[in-house]
């Protein structure tokens, strides 16, 4: 079992930085993949961005390349998202989730631990 909880989150203006945290308690985190998600209002939630377990391997959903950046310290337990040229269209609620695995994992279905989620919030 894995507890997650992200922080981080907070209204920022247009084209400004934000970076979320995710913290992780339980089990071996290390071993797992975590994948980072957002829901924004009237919208079904979607993938952000994910990490493989050593931290050697990422992928991003097209709209947050170049802006985004996952990272991990697994000595921290924890999986950060850093998020620079922020948009309006950004705005979410912000999650972080994991399982086990030893690749990346894009899938929401296939992860079963997360987080309660954080807002984000960029005004134009």
């Known amino acids: 079992q894995v507890q997650l909880v992200e922080s981080g989150g907070g209204l920022v203006q247009a084209g400004g930085s934000l970076r979320l945290s995710c913290a992780a308690s339980?089990?071996?985190?290390?071993?797992?993949?975590v994948g980072w998600f957002r829901q924004a209002p009237g919208k079904e939630r979607e993938f952000v961005a994910a990490?493989?377990?050593?931290?050697?391997?990422?992928y991003y959903t097209d709209s947050v390349k170049g802006r985004f950046t996952i990272s991990r310290v697994n000595s921290k337990n924890t999986v950060s998202l850093q998020m620079n040229s922020l948009k309006p269209e950004d705005t979410a609620v912000y999650y972080c989730a994991a399982d086990y695995a030893l690749g990346i994992v894009v899938g929401q279905d296939e992860y079963n631990y997360w987080g309660q989620g954080t807002q984000v919030t960029v005004s134009s």
């Open positions: 990490i493989n377990w050593s931290g050697r391997s990422t």
């Open positions: 339980g089990r071996t985190y290390s071993r797992y993949a």
